[in-house]
T-cell receptor, first 114, second 114 residues
Framework: NAGVTQTPKFRILKIGQSMTLQCTQDMNHNYMYWYRQDPGMGLKLIYYSVGAGITDKGEVPNGYNVSRSTTEDFPLRLELAAPSQTSVYFC?????????????FGPGTRLTVL | GDSVTQMEGPVTLSEEAFLTINCTYTATGYPSLFWYVQYPGEGLQLLLKATKADDKGSNKGFEATYRKETTSFHLEKGSVQVSDSAVYFCALTLDSGNTGKLIFGQGTTLQVKP
């Protein structure tokens, strides 16, 4: 049971380049999330998904896209990278939406846009 | 809006010292409160949680009590170890919106010296 896995761990992009951050969970969770963490700040929600085929925007969705074709995978797409997207990205998943449900996090992807 | 504020870090302690990391929140409803920990090179892990006022969450010697009157959820440990060195995040979730979204504080880095 690997939990939540993310690839790559590190990436440097040039302005205008595109990339996809991968996230996979093997816990059969319905709910998945993408957060970003800027230096000295808390995590902010980018997008979330309540099941395969269903996604919605979080606090800071601009510049990102997501898809959820399977229960296990929730990739995050950056189409035109900008320096403001330099951050650490965390994927998370949970069984349900109750207040007591725990979110399980991946190890993060550190992205630098130059 | 809803928010979480943590004390500034880094917090540097000697082994066996007493730890307090302050966390206060602002919320329009009745949140659940969480402490997550991030060890170097790893993802966030749930440390403890409390879902209603006066609840005490505890795990691995850490404790935090949900104080509605002071809107606080301070993390404490009686005797820290070098292995407790990590970044600690306070977070809340509300039942409005049915998103399961976590709202995080900015994180507090704890360094424990032998």
């Amino acid at each position: 049971n690997a939990g939540v896995t993310q690839t790559p761990k590190f990436r440097i992009l040039k302005i205008g380049q595109s990339m996809t951050l991968q996230c996979t969970q093997d816990m059969n969770h319905n709910y998945m999330y993408w957060y970003r963490q800027d230096p000295g700040m808390g995590l902010k929600l980018i997008y979330y998904s309540v099941g395969a085929g269903i996604t919605d925007k979080g606090e800071v969705p601009n510049g990102y896209n997501v898809s959820r074709s399977t229960t296990e995978d929730f990739p995050l797409r950056l189409e035109l990278a900008a320096p403001s997207q330099t951050s650490v990205y965390f994927c998370a998943s949970s069984w349900g939406l109750r207040l007591t449900d725990t979110q399980y996090f991946g190890p993060g992807t550190r992205l630098t846009v130059l | 809006g809803d928010s979480v504020t943590q004390m500034e870090g880094p917090v540097t302690l000697s082994e066996e010292a007493f730890l307090t990391i302050n966390c206060t929140y602002t919320a329009t409803g009745y949140p659940s409160l969480f402490w997550y920990v991030q060890y170097p090179g790893e993802g966030l892990q749930l440390l403890l949680k409390a879902t209603k006022a006066d609840d005490k969450g505890s795990n691995k010697g850490f404790e935090a009590t949900y104080r509605k009157e002071t809107t606080s959820f301070h993390l404490e440990k009686g005797s820290v170890q070098v292995s407790d060195s990590a970044v600690y995040f306070c977070a809340l979730t509300l039942d409005s919106g049915n998103t399961g979204k976590l709202i995080f504080g900015q994180g507090t880095t704890l360094q424990v010296k032998p």
